[in-house]
T-cell receptor, first 110, second 116 residues
Framework: RKEVEQDPGPFNVPEGATVAFNCTYS??????FFWYRQDCRKEPKLLMS???SGNEDGRFTAQLNRASQYISLLIRDSKLSDSATYLC???????????FGAGTRLFVKA | GAVVSQHPSWVICKSGTSVKIECRSL??????MFWYRQFPKQSLMLMAT?????????EQGVEKDKFLINHASLTLSTLTVTSAHPEDSSFYIC????????????FGAGTRLSVL
């Protein structure tokens, strides 16, 4: 089993759609969780941290379920500019290795 | 957010030459920097973790003599690909953490290496 596993994608959605990304992780000791966005041939950029209480930033909502070792990212009212690869990132807390998921590619079409 | 500068952004070199890539944290001190490699359509793969003033920790399968890492200051880490070969052609990305406890990493723009 991969340490961090994401939906294989790609997701093709029309503008305005709601899209959900799922991610599971294998290390129950993991302590930090993030979603990064990576545009083609560019570096990953932090989209948002993920907390047990869930967090929302505009059209983006992230959830963490520690019991199921599952992270999700919901994008509402998709925009063309949301087209990118979304990376699920999991870490064990202070000074340990960060594991990146393989990413899920999103295409938002007009 | 914190800014990480990586240079050069693109390099083409002949097989057998060495290439140095620099990673700088511009507005914060980074005790820890990370070096990743990404092949097309694949995920980021951690190569090594670089701590200021000490030897880098390399991931399994990464040759430390081939990928030399120096982290001489709190704002600069370098990766030197020695005797590069075509199979080393890849996208190399560094990241730095301003607060390792929070584990948020800020990435450089990456270096696209093409070895002929």
């Amino acid at each position: 089993r991969k340490e961090v596993e994401q939906d294989p994608g790609p997701f093709n959605v029309p503008e305005g759609a709601t899209v959900a990304f799922n991610c599971t992780y294998s290390n129950s000791a993991s302590q930090s969780f993030f979603w990064y966005r990576q545009d083609c041939r560019k570096e990953p950029k932090l989209l948002m941290s993920v907390y047990s209480s869930g967090n929302e930033d505009g059209r983006f909502t992230a959830q963490l379920n520690r019991a199921s070792q599952y992270i999700s990212l919901l994008i509402r009212d998709s925009k063309l500019s949301d087209s990118a690869t979304y990376l699920c990132v999991v870490g064990g807390g202070g000074g340990f290795k960060t594991i990146f998921g393989a990413g899920t590619r999103l295409f938002v079409k007009a | 957010g914190a800014v990480v500068s990586q240079h050069p952004s693109w390099v083409i070199c002949k097989s057998g030459t060495s290439v140095k890539i620099e990673c700088r944290s511009l507005d914060f001190q980074a005790t820890t920097m990370f070096w990743y490699r990404q092949f097309p359509k694949q995920s980021l793969m951690l190569m090594a973790t670089s701590n200021e003033g000490s030897k880098a920790t390399y991931e399994q399968g990464v040759e430390k003599d081939k990928f030399l890492i120096n982290h001489a200051s709190l704002t600069l880490s370098t990766l030197t690909v020695t005797s590069a070969h075509p199979e080393d052609s890849s996208f190399y990305i560094c990241s730095a953490s301003a607060d390792i406890a929070k584990n948020i990493q800020y990435f450089g723009a990456g270096t696209r290496l093409s070895v002929l």
